[in-house]
């Protein structure tokens, strides 16, 4: 059981911001990739997992296409939605009709989007501005992402993040704006040579396309269009929370000291109680004895970098350090064959809750109840 009164948001560290606002995309900033006056394309991945993934379209033409040749696969009219899939036993990539039929393989991917640029595509029940690309990631895996303008992001991004909020908090709209274009920015600098920039759920900035836009948002992206935040000449990667439990923490406390020392304008400061009537401001999450093991049992390799038969069966958890915020920095896990550590934000993958999502938060207290079953 972990039990806590104060917590960061379960989106993004909370820091402090030491940094300058600039034009950057409309103006002088020098971002690679970006033409100043130009809304650049941002790359978000929306899919990563087992197919089929069905893609349709309520308005417009959408077309299939082969990536590497360009050649048309199939167009499909409004209310239609046809399947990319893994076929074959070599997993081979290909566009499925409703009634069974498969295109041939497209080893190089395949683009999908509505002639015109401004009509929208639909995955998963929800609309999405752009273009999308979808790969064979390997692992059995099909890989979408969705390329379209910044702003155009940032209309969905803005509602996700911050949520709707009336006419009287427009300037607080107008920060979530700069700093979510200020992240974003700073992802696409860093991930160009990669097949995209952002996903589109809490491990960067939550986006759930077209269908989540709203009009004040709306206002408030096109209001700032252009702006970010710097420092040193550089788009940060602006971290932002819902909640951070009366103080943010320390970037060390997450990622490490050479993190920190790179990005010395983030701080650790004492924010008051402005978040304490957040629904976050106390939270508990407990798990049964089959739930936490099966979860351990699936999180650590990744986060430890060693297989499940490598680590063995965990037996005990006890958190050793805590940061100058109070977050939990180091967690010792011991198992039937090793003893192992999980440090920063890693205790958050580790221990996942029940449902798979992460902790909100490593500021926590740990409980072991334990019974005849260990």
Not at 163 to 188: D, E, F, P
Not at 274 to 290: L, N, P, T
Request: with cysteine.
């Amino acid at each position: 059981m972990m039990k806590s009164k104060r917590i960061r948001l379960p989106i993004f560290l909370a820091v402090m911001m030491l940094a300058t606002l600039q034009a950057c995309h409309r103006g002088a900033m020098r971002v690679a990739g970006v033409t100043p006056g130009v809304s650049p394309d941002v790359r978000v991945r929306l899919f990563n997992g087992q197919g089929p993934l069905s893609v349709g379209v309520d308005g417009g033409v959408l077309l299939f296409a082969d990536l590497g040749s360009g050649e048309k696969i199939v167009a499909i009219n409004p209310g239609a939605a046809w399947s990319v899939v893994l076929f074959g036993p070599e997993g081979e990539l290909r566009v499925a009709s409703p009634d069974g039929r498969v295109s041939r393989p497209h080893p190089d991917g395949i683009k999908v989007w509505v002639p015109g640029g401004n009509g929208v595509f639909k995955i998963g029940g929800r609309s999405y501005h752009g273009e999308l690309f979808v790969h064979n990631a390997g692992g059995d895996r099909i890989m979408a992402v969705n390329r379209l303008p910044l702003e155009d992001y940032l209309r969905s991004v803005v509602p996700s993040e911050i949520g709707s909020l009336g006419s009287g908090a427009y300037q607080a709209l107008k920060a979530q704006a700069v700093c979510a274009r200020s992240y974003a920015m700073s992802m696409m600098a860093q991930n160009r040579k990669f097949s995209y920039d952002l996903t589109a759920d809490t491990g960067d900035q939550v986006y759930k396309g077209y269908s989540n836009e709203q009009q004040l948002t709306d206002s408030a992206v096109y209001e700032t269009a252009g702006e970010c935040l710097s420092h040193g000449g550089q788009v940060v990667a602006s971290f932002y929370h819902s909640t951070c439990g009366g103080r943010t923490a320390d970037p060390a406390e997450v990622w490490g000291d050479q993190f920190a020392e790179r990005n010395k304008w983030l701080r650790s400061v004492d924010d008051g109680s402005w978040d304490s009537e957040s629904r976050w401001a106390s939270w508990q999450v407990s798990w049964s004895r089959k739930q936490l093991l099966l979860l351990l049992k699936q999180n650590l390799p990744e986060v430890v970098r060693l297989s499940g038969e490598q680590i063995g069966d965990p037996t005990d958890l006890e958190v050793v350090s805590k940061g100058p915020s109070s977050r939990n920095t180091l967690l010792k896990v011991t198992t039937d064959k090793r003893v192992l550590q999980v440090a920063g934000d890693n205790i958050r993958r580790a221990l996942r809750q029940p449902d798979g999502s992460m902790l909100p938060s490593t500021m926590f207290d740990l409980e072991l109840q334990r019974g005849g079953a260990g």
